[in-house]
């Protein structure tokens, strides 16, 4: 079974870090390109950063770029997103995805809250 598993959000105040991590199963994770995104209440989801399937290429919204990110470890079958410099309006659910024949496959998500 195809499974992406989102794990690592939690509360931390503005200017902190935290380091998501989606962990894949019942697919060749090493063969796809990895997507992080996010959607906070009331807005649209919004792509963060993807990575390439050997890891070779990293590309990011200019909201994240400098402060997020994304690598992966295809002998463990997971893709981090490392967010510093939190701010409050990174507050949203997170989600890890990709896409195979033609099909978006996301995880459920991990809440972060950025909040003093």
């Known amino acids: 079974q195809v499974q992406l598993v989102e794990s690592g959000g939690g509360l931390v105040h503005p200017g902190g870090s935290l380091r998501l991590s989606c962990a894949a199963s019942g697919f060749t994770f090493s063969s796809y390109a990895m997507h992080w995104y996010r959607q906070a209440p009331g807005k649209e989801r919004e792509l963060l950063a993807g990575i390439a399937s050997d890891g070779s290429s990293t590309n990011y919204a200019d909201s994240v770029k400098g402060r997020f990110t994304i690598s992966r470890d295809n002998a463990k079958k997971t893709v981090y997103l490392q967010m510093n410099s939190l701010k409050p309006e990174d507050t949203a659910v997170y989600y890890c995805?990709?896409?195979?024949?033609?099909?978006?496959?996301w995880g459920k998500g991990t809440l972060v809250t950025v909040s003093s």
């Open positions: 995805k990709f896409r195979r024949r033609g099909m978006d496959i």
